[in-house]
């Protein structure tokens, strides 16, 4: 491809994304001018297509699009194909939950991928998972409820430990503190014994009432792994090992070692937006949407859930489409009137003696006129006739 060539895609009235992959496909190859002008006249075409009407509805097209193959989606909710043992919720059930931006999604889940030398190797990928799963402190040892001696006393088991690579004394120094500041119990005194693995809980006050919570917080205690990750599935795909979660905790997953940050992902898209902000929260709501309707073989235009995506993320956070959100923030009364809550909304307009310029198309199917789009939004403007010519 030579610089005249170049300087045409340049120069061509064609979006930057089309322009950077014409230019990274053709890069090195050797083009006749014919070639190159039939290529051009090819992605023009293309590009002319996918241009929308001016004036079009695109709103309703997209709520169409989407709605429609949404009534033949199944209630199937609990499956995860390959991995029988982490539930999360599919189908329709799915897709409303994210239309709704649920602060926590119904069954959060983690898809970890890991760094090179850890992914092909199953030992360091298991490390990683027991960095990230939550381990109570009974998986450790032995805890036995002395009610004699109104005590709690823990027996850790050094092979444990050692196979899942944490030291006796950091358990001691974790456990104690964790129950005070994860499960906000302090009405009791530790005491720890290195030499041969023994921790003694002793409560304050000695009832057998306070004795019997203090054994539940000592057996539930987390002192391995992340407070939110209940189980990690560790499975082997493409040649590489994957974790697989129940559980979402994105911002401590990114700060164990041996994660790829770039390819780890959640279906937790507000936890998305919280950490890495809302751009990938789009970019989230876009493939999980994507993934959702794949999974039931129904194929949508990428751009309809993008337009949608796009509603929900502009003002900066995640809103839901439903009346706490953008259907509810509408400017037209009328509008806001139809969605939901009819009598409140109309009160509220009243009250506040908010007016209606009727832009929009439900507010004027409402009152009778053409809609505004279309042929409906261009207006005729004739000069008078002068009378004397």
């Known amino acids: 491809m030579d610089e005249s060539m170049l300087d045409t895609i340049h120069a061509a009235d064609l979006p930057e994304a089309t322009k950077n992959e014409l230019i ?8 006749s001018s014919e ?24 709103g309703v097209i997209a709520a169409q699009s989407l709605g429609e193959p949404g009534t033949q ?21 799915r897709l409303i939950e994210i239309m709704d931006a649920r602060k926590e999604p119904s069954t959060p ?25 939550a381990a109570p402190l009974h998986e450790f040892g032995d805890i036995v409820t002395d009610m004699a001696n109104m005590k709690v006393e823990m027996r850790l088991n050094p092979q444990v430990c050692d196979k899942r690579k944490i030291s006796m004394a950091e358990i001691m120094e974790r456990a104690p503190q964790k129950i005070r500041d994860r499960r906000h119990y302090r009405d009791f005194e530790s005491e720890g014994n ?44 493409g040649g590489e090992y994957i974790l697989y979660t129940e559980g979402s905790n994105i911002k401590d997953v990114f700060e164990i070692e041996g994660v ?6 959640t279906n937790n898209i507000n936890e998305i937006s919280q950490i890495l902000g809302i751009e990938a929260a789009r970019n989230a709501i876009i493939d999980e949407m994507k993934s959702t309707l794949g999974e039931q073989g129904i194929s949508v235009d990428v751009r309809h859930i993008m337009l949608i995506a796009d509603m929900m993320c502009m ?9 706490h959100g953008i259907a509810g923030e509408k400017e037209s009364v009328l509008s806001r009137a139809a969605f939901e809550v009819t009598v ?9 003696n908010e007016t209606d310029i009727l832009n929009g198309v439900t507010e004027n199917v409402i009152v009778g006129q053409p809609i505004q789009m279309g042929t409906g939004d261009i207006k005729l403007i004739a000069k008078p006739i002068n009378q004397e010519n």
């Open 109 to 133: 889940t983690m898809t970890i991928h890991l760094d090179v030398e850890y992914a092909i190797d199953r030992d360091k990928a298991r490390e990683v998972s027991w960095q990230i799963e």
């Open 344 to 352: 409140n909304h109309l009160l509220d307009a009243a009250v506040a």
């Open 260 to 265: 790829d940050t770039t390819r780890t992902r």
């Open 194 to 237: 290195p030499a041969d693995g023994t921790i003694v809980f002793t409560p304050k006050n000695e009832s057998y009432q306070n004795l019997f919570q203090l054994a539940e917080h000592v057996r539930n205690v987390i002192v391995q792994g992340i407070d939110d990750i209940e189980r990690v599935v560790v499975r082997k795909e």
């Open 35 to 58: 070639a190159f002008e039939a290529i051009m006249k090819g992605v023009w075409a293309e590009y002319a297509q996918t241009r929308i009407e001016p004036c079009e509805a695109c």
């Open 73 to 93: 989606m199944t209630m199937r909710t609990f499956h995860y194909a390959g991995v029988a043992e982490i539930n999360v919720t599919l189908g329709l059930p």
């Open 24 to 31: 990274e496909s053709l890069e090195g190859r050797q083009i």
């Open 315 to 323: 003002d900066g956070e995640v809103k839901q489409i439903g009346r």
